[in-house]
T-cell receptor, first 109, second 118 residues
Framework: DAKTTQPPSMDCAEGRAANLPCNHS???????VYWYRQIHSQGPQYIIH???NNETNEMASLIITEDRKSSTLILPHATLRDTAVYYC??????????FGPGTRLSVLP | EAGVAQSPRYKIIEKRQSVAFWCNPI?????LYWYQQILGQGPKLLIQ????????DSQLPKDRFSAERLKGVDSTLKIQPAKLEDSAVYLC????????????????FGPGTRLTVL
């Protein structure tokens, strides 16, 4: 079973920041938080991952709370092409990904 | 860099028929995965190969599903005989072997094969 809880769907206005929450209250000290997304009719695509510190790359920012029980993926300026299902996954080194149902983000014009 | 290739993209078969899917991973990627994704759900891992050896096939329904990765490159996934509940998208992914102690574990996914069993 997935170790994370995400809202099933969210809307965001084009050009605004999209903030996607993820709850992982049972995360252990060695487990990482990974985010993938899946655009319609494509395979999932890696976005970002982190352990404790906040992370940023060219796609998104990952904010992890100090107690590590939740995190937020931030798309700073959402575009229509960001419409997708976003998966938050918690795994340890050497483990395989367990995908939950994710959050369906709809970016509206 | 070429991505993960899969074929066919779509397949429609009758129940009890057989079907095979093919995957060509990214060159140099030692690890290959097959996932099953039922409509509305996240992908579920069926089998993981490291080179041509099986690492994890705990969720593969071995009475009807089989997979092989001869020579540690291409892979095929077969279903024989198919059932209605096998209707899904079958995704192949590949990754490099993570460096020991590294947290980076990016899997690259192909476009998938959409199977419909009638």
């Amino acid at each position: 079973d997935a170790k994370t809880t995400q809202p099933p769907s969210m809307d965001c206005a084009e050009g605004r920041a999209a903030n996607l929450p993820c709850n992982h209250s049972t995360i252990s000290g060695n487990e990482y938080v990974y985010w993938y997304r899946q655009i319609h009719s494509q395979g999932p695509q890696y976005i970002i991952h982190g352990l404790k510190n906040n992370e940023t790359n060219e796609m998104a920012s990952l904010i992890i709370t100090e107690d590590r029980k939740s995190s937020t993926l931030i798309l700073p300026h959402a575009t229509l092409r960001d419409t997708a299902v976003y998966y938050c996954i918690v795994i340890n080194y050497g483990q395989n990904f367990v995908f939950g149902p994710g959050t369906r983000l709809s970016v509206l014009p | 860099e070429a991505g993960v290739a899969q074929s066919p993209r779509y397949k429609i078969i009758e129940k009890r028929q057989s079907v095979a899917f093919w995957c060509n991973p990214i060159s140099g990627h030692a690890t290959l995965y097959w996932y099953q994704q039922i409509l509305g759900q996240g992908p579920k891992l069926l089998i993981q190969f490291q080179n041509n050896g099986v690492v994890d096939d705990s969720q593969l329904p071995k009475d009807r599903f089989s997979a092989e990765r001869l020579k540690g490159v291409d892979s095929t996934l077969k279903i024989q005989p198919a059932k209605l509940e096998d209707s899904a998208v079958y995704l192949c992914a590949s990754s490099q072997t993570p460096d020991r102690g590294s947290s980076y574990n990016e899997q690259f996914f192909g476009p998938g094969t959409r199977l419909t069993v009638l």
